[in-house]
């Protein structure tokens, strides 16, 4: 009796030693994002997905308030409590991370396979040799408008510059909607939605945006000038108050009907949903002339790194090659509409509005934000710059000409290229 006893407390302990080591070796990841509106999806379509195939690896999704999400990061960092994954904003706020040796080199891990260069390209140091952040999507920026309020005034969507403000002169003289729902009291919106929005159309893209980086043209020339111009006169179109008018508001003003145009990056169509009770629209930036090639800011927006200093840096990779897959595009991509896959595979889209801007890719010439990439790494920092004088141009209180020069003077005092 004493030796079956014994053995079976040898077969007991032997089981519990089994346990404690496969509860050992289960991981629990942490990602850090600002996308705290996602936070639905990945808790209820994402990470289960992931989890069924990896069970012994649990993930956590712990975002923070969008304009926080940097502060927060870098003293989560710097005091080695930042989670597994990082969530990449795009081009220089994450390649400094990298730099700083927060982000670890993911060019070998198994998926990178999977996306262009292009698509890398937000991600990959100046020299191309390292990547650090698997490329999640990117955002198309256009217009989204009100059916039902086109369909009564008889409008139909714009391709031309002319006939974008014939329509909006049509819709503030029946006086129903606001022709146009944007507002200058948070600054980025004027030039996100704005500057940036239009502007591709003007210096034509990769084309000027690349000259730019080269000193080979100045802000101060014509084709950095006109959108500025085109956006003075938005003014008259933006209904009462609209200096005073922040981003939530301009996105109520729409979704509630009050509206008939919404300047709009595609993220706006999953929260659009949601909220517009009638039909919606979208159509790309107009062109200057019929028959002019359409170009679209189809901008490399959000990817997702391992933080160097994890201890769960095998789990980590295992969750980034996943992401790296067609399944987690798939999944992404309908699950967040207006959030386009970098993924080379196909992914079949089942949101209309969302498969309407995609759709641009195949007429239009795609470019990237002009600020993100290599302009805004001094100060005065470009991209914030351009953010309060697109907001003053359509303020009235700068012209498009200051404006300009007041950009390209600040970009000189620190880039030696401008100069």
Known sequence: MKTQALTALLMASSILGSAGMALADDATLTIESWRNDDLPIWQEKLIPAFEAKNPGIKVVFSPSAPTEYNAALNAK?????????ITCRPFDASLELYNKGHLADLTSLAGMENFSDVAKSAWTTDDGKASFCVPMASVIHGFIYNKEAFDQLGITPPATEAEFFAALDKIKADGNYVPMAMGTKDLWEAATMGYQNIGPTYWHGEEGRLALIKGEQKLTDAQWVEPFATLAKWKDYLGDGFEAQSYPDSQNLFTLGRAAIYPAGSWEISVFNTQAQFKMGAFPPPVKNAGDTCY???HNDIGIGLNAKSKNADAAKTFLSWVASPEFATIYANALPGFFSLNSAAVKMEDPLAQEFVSWREKCKPTIRSTYQILSRG??????????ESANVINGTSTPEDAAKKLQEGLESWYKPAK
């Open 296 to 298: 679209i800011s189809d």
């Open 77 to 85: 960092l710097d005091a080695g409590s930042a989670g597994d994954l």
């Open 379 to 388: 100060t005065p920092n470009l991209e914030n710059e351009t953010w309060v």
